[in-house]
């Protein structure tokens, strides 16, 4: 059996996620989350994912706030051909 270590993204990873609009607003996500289980929101506009909102991330905040708000940005990417060992280091140091 081969390695977690010598596995790529694809092997890991849904392809589907589930996503939300950056204007939709904290209290969609929370309901959403909470209704499905989930932990986390890819936020997505014009067909391109622009940031991710966790359970964490949402906080106190009011349920009127957009998305766009309190998503986090400029996440790092990867891609379906990377090995784990490259996704580790892309994603070394940051909050994801």
């Known amino acids: 059996?081969?390695?977690?270590?010598?596995?790529?993204?694809?092997?890991?990873?849904?392809?589907?996620?589930?996503?939300i609009s950056p204007d939709e607003t904290v209290m969609t996500a929370r309901r959403r989350m909470e209704s499905q289980a989930i932990r986390s929101?890819?936020?997505?506009?014009?067909?391109?994912?622009?940031?991710?909102?966790?359970?964490?991330?949402?906080?106190?905040?009011?349920?009127?706030?957009?998305?766009?708000?309190?998503?986090?940005?400029g996440l790092p990417a990867l891609t379906d051909d990377m090995s784990i060992n490259d996704a580790a280091s892309v994603l070394a140091g940051s909050d994801v």
């Open 41 to 73: 929101l890819l936020v997505v506009e014009n067909d391109r994912p622009i940031g991710l909102v966790s359970w964490r991330g949402l906080g106190q905040q009011d349920g009127g706030v957009p998305i766009r708000q309190v998503m986090q940005s």
């Open 1 to 19: 059996m081969e390695s977690v270590s010598g596995s790529m993204i694809r092997d890991l990873v849904n392809p589907v996620a589930e996503t």
